[in-house]
């Protein structure tokens, strides 16, 4: 029997870090026990190792099994990878067993292209919605697969905001996000003497090449040298059906922790934007709300919330740190992990989780060392 280098979500649990990494491993987990997660696969940190083992290529093997698991999520999801009835848009995450610096930031929207988007903004009667997704992928892609720099696309979208004489990006019409689309992709050419890719797969691909190559980068590198992590670890890539955060008003993005990680007070603490994508929150683009506020504006989605974060911490016996999208009043869960927290809020977390009879003396006191 051939290896195993890709994994459904539905396959995977919390055991499997190694394998799967930290992020990957939590949304098995979180499928496993009923929470709502956008479903997808996790291709292994075994592939990594192979990736750099084969010359810094994905071999056919690989790749097959890769578009195998596409085909899974098709079917999961109803929706078609670069279809032009129903098209499956994905997101592309990195994760290592440790969280590490340097390591590729998220790519959301992928499997956009002109046509798509155009089936997009017909098929949703919410166009602005359609080449949002759509600037943000290209912005994205350039970025952090292609590497070209941030400011280029900054400095259109301050253009743009000027010209139309409006202070947030939420106040640009479909039309602007368009003409932005089509200034992006020029400057991607700009850049790279070459044009922007429109196959799928091949965004596909040189995402999934982008997230291995990281693993290598010199911020990387460096990381690992000061905290001893082995080189030969690898990273997973996490593949993930888009949750659009970023639809209208009815819905938004948000982090939490589930006690507080300066004090380690009980009780949800973080931020939430409404019609926004993930890296809107912790970009500064918008003065996000506290959580709390989500209350009032999704009471049911907060109720669920609150719930979920229950689940979590029973389930996990510590502190969370959670990312979530809300898309039209519905709950989903990207990523959870046990939050980091100063050392005064760890020895108060400890006894607490001990007071709460979630934790041993033990395992508390293992908890501070850790």
Known sequence: MS???????????????????????????MTKIGLPVPQGFTISTEACTQYYEDGRMINESIQAEI????????????????????????????????????MMDTILNLGLNEE????????????????DCYRRFIQMFSDVVMEVGKKYFEKLIDEMKEKKGVVNDVDLTAEDLKELANQ?????????????????K???FEAIKAVFRSWDNPRANIYRMDHDI????????NVQMMAF????????????????????????????????????VVAGVRTPMPIAKMAEIFPDVYKQFLDVCNILENHYRDMQDMEFTVENEKLYMLQTRNGKRTAAAAIKI???LIDEGMITEEEALMQIDA
Do not use: H
């Open 3 to 29: 290896k195993k280098y890709v994994y459904l979500f539905k396959e995977g649990d919390a055991s499997m870090r190694e394998l799967l990494g930290g992020k990957g491993a939590n949304l098995a987990e």
């Open 67 to 102: 578009m195998e698991n596409i085909a899974k999520m098709e079917e999961i999801t109803g929706k078609k990878f670069g279809d032009m009835e129903n098209p499956l848009l994905v997101s592309v995450r990195s994760g290592a067993r440790a969280s590490m610096p340097g």
């Open 116 to 131: 798509v988007v155009e089936v997009m903004a017909k098929k949703s009667g919410n166009p602005r919605w359609a080449y």
């Open 184 to 200: 992006f992709k020029q400057e991607y050419k700009n850049q790279l003497g070459t044009d922007f890719p429109s196959d799928p």
């Open 202 to 204: 091949v965004q596909l």
């Open 230 to 237: 082995p080189y030969s670890w690898g990273t997973a890539v």
């Open 245 to 280: 955060g970023n639809m209208g008003e009815n819905c938004g993005t948000g982090v939490a922790f589930t006690r507080n990680p300066a004090t380690g007070e009980k009780g949800l603490m973080g931020e939430f934007l409404t019609n926004a994508q993930g890296e809107d």
């Open 350 to 352: 400890a006894c607490d």
